[in-house]
């Protein structure tokens, strides 16, 4: 197979890939009308895959996925890309180990966006996840790379797949755009349930070696097979 019939058939599968995991933000309530997206990387190449802006999920198709380069230029399309292209093009550029990204407006953990407040680790599910909180990032204005700067800042000091940018929302990251959806429906849940939790008083916190046995073995041993994940991916360990 030529190297560009080899883009060509990847392009395609990754098309199908980010229009179907859409399907995912709307199944899990994190997006409102067309207030999120999702976005891939086309391993090997500087491109990556993400929505249309603006386009109602339920009219997302794989050929109406935007291709543009790693500096959000459109390379294929018919339609102008999301308005977050800058952002998760800044993040492909400055970490490879990056396969996916997601961006949410998801009630709970935007309203800890909104206070500026990281979600502290009180739940078991946040240790496996998240490694720890999920960390706050800073107010950044959309439409260039402002964004990407502060999603990466901020995850480089954290092994949290999420990032809560300040008065704004969610955005996640993965090996995989769908690890990085599914990085976005955790973080959702566990802001909802520590805010829950707050209501009636004040969570206990898990002491941290506990958290980095949690985290390890939901990492590399939970489920069917070991994982890369946004940690063994930064750290460039292997399960
Ligand atoms: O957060 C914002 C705007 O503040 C955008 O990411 C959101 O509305 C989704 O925009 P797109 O439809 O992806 O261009």
Known sequence: MSVLTDVATTI????????????????????????GNVSARVPGHALMVIKPSGVSYDDLTPENMVVCDLEGRVVDGDLAPSSDTQA??????????????????????????????PVPCVLTMCADEFGGEIPVGPFAVIGDDSIGRGIVETLRGSRSPAVLMRNHGVFSVGPSARAAVKAAVMAEDVARTVHVARQLGEPLPIEPPVVDALFDRYQNVYGQAPQQTHQTQQEGTTP
């Open 88 to 117: 998760q093009a800044y993040v492909y550029r400055e970490m490879p180990h990056v396969g996916g990204v997601v961006h949410t407006h998801s009630t709970y953990a935007t309203a800890w966006a909104a206070r500026g407040e």
């Open 12 to 35: 395609h599968d990754l098309r199908r890939e980010v229009c179907v995991l859409h399907e995912q933000l709307t199944r899990y309530q994190l997006v409102v009308w067309t207030a």
